[in-house]
């Protein structure tokens, strides 16, 4: 199958028809109208690339730094929530893929295996994702499991203490059902494959609550109740408070505006991530790639900037770097190519997203991302 895959879009008509219709839109879907949503993607139609000809440097270098690291490529996997409903075990394979192309995998709070499971199936850079709880003992203690699980990084999302509708997930059920009922069981069954899968692999829980039972049993319930312990007054002195639990690098995942992103450098961040949740959120909102000369130009290199949203093409991840990101996140990209393909699927949206990220190089006529990144803003034309 992988080979059927020559791009994000291929993966997304495949997991679309592999998998149960709660679960794909819950990860297709944004919030209201999904105007931000498709501008994630539309809004890097704004810049073109500098074409160079009669230059192409052979053996072109794709590695470049990001969040202490030297990384083989300038983009990573964000977290994203319940991979392991898209295929059995997701985030083990994910973190396998992220491995093998040595690039960081971030897990979500929201995941199906546990960051204990992820460090055992794989020894690459392993960066952990928070939702801070009303109940800070137990944000103290998934703070603890990161620690003890070598995560060298840590995200805070803040931009979720207030959940959007999102009218696709309204309509399937998708966190108002607690439990299989008949009509859930009949939409599931019309993806046969899936079902055997799930069967073998066991009841899918959140794997972060295995010693909280009154969480209750299984993803749904879990998942209902543990949205339900997000802090809504959630705060910036909340942001220092992280900061002083956590010693490893602290990302503030969410920002969208230049003043916020200094905010968050005041209070001890050491990158932000541009992102507006996939577009899932606030529905209007400006898309990420508009935004991130905003905060560049705020921060004054205070911190680092990363951003998300709207990337399908190695074109796309270009622009990004070259506006002045340090790296870029993925998230329904590489969730496709797992929900499409596993393991496999996953391998091989990285391996096409580096192909595409080489082939625009050589014909900009650059050696390197540490080339763009120094040629920077010259190599685009506003549009």
């Excluded at 964000?78 to 994910?94: D, H, M, Q, R, S």
């Excluded at 494959?193 to 010693?211: A, H, N, Q, T, Y």
Aim: with cysteine.
């Amino acid at each position: 199958m992988p080979a059927r895959i020559i791009n994000v879009e291929d993966a997304r008509r495949l997991a679309k028809r592999r998998i149960p219709k709660i679960f794909f839109d819950y990860i297709d879907g944004g919030a209201f109208a999904e105007r931000t949503l498709r501008a994630n993607s539309e809004d890097f139609g704004r810049w073109s690339l500098e074409q160079r000809v009669l230059r192409t440097a052979p053996n072109r270098n794709l590695a470049t730094t990001y969040l202490g690291r030297r990384n083989a490529l300038p983009f990573m996997l964000g977290p994203v929530g319940f991979l392991g409903l898209y295929a059995a075990n997701g985030e083990l394979k994910t973190a396998r893929a992220a491995a093998a192309a040595d690039i960081p995998i971030c897990l979500s709070t929201f995941s199906i295996n546990s960051i204990t499971d992820l460090r055992a199936a794989s020894q690459g850079d392993l960066h952990f994702q928070l939702y801070v709880l009303r109940d800070r003992e137990l944000a103290r203690e998934f703070i603890a499991g990161a620690v003890a699980a070598r995560a060298s990084t840590l995200y805070v999302t803040v931009d979720t203490t207030i959940t959007s509708v999102r009218e696709r997930d309204v309509r399937n059920g998708f966190r108002a059902l607690q439990h299989l009922t008949p009509g859930l069981l009949a939409r599931l069954a019309m993806r046969p494959f899936w079902c055997l899968e799930m069967l073998r692999s066991g009841m899918p829980s959140v794997g972060i609550l295995k010693d909280h039972p009154e969480f209750g049993l299984g993803a749904l319930a879990q998942a209902t109740n543990l949205s339900r312990g997000i802090d809504p007054d959630l705060s910036w002195h909340d942001i220092a408070w992280l900061r002083e639990q956590w010693s490893g690098r602290l990302v503030v995942k969410g920002v969208l505006s230049g003043e916020d992103a200094v905010r968050a450098c005041e209070c001890g961040a050491d990158a932000v991530v541009i992102s507006n949740h996939g577009g899932r959120q606030l529905d209007g909102a400006a898309s990420t790639i508009s935004i991130l000369p905003e905060v560049l130009d705020a921060v004054a290199g205070r911190c680092e900037v990363l951003i998300d949203g709207g990337f399908r093409r190695g074109t796309d991840i270009v622009k990004a770097i070259a506006l002045g990101a340090s790296g870029v996140l993925l998230g329904r990209a590489y969730t496709y190519g797992l929900a499409a393909a596993g393991e496999a699927g996953v391998t091989r949206i990285i391996e096409l997203l580096r192909d595409e990220v080489d082939i625009t190089l050589a014909l900009m006529g650059l050696a390197s991302i540490d080339e763009l990144k120094a040629r920077g803003t010259s190599v685009l034309r506003a549009v």
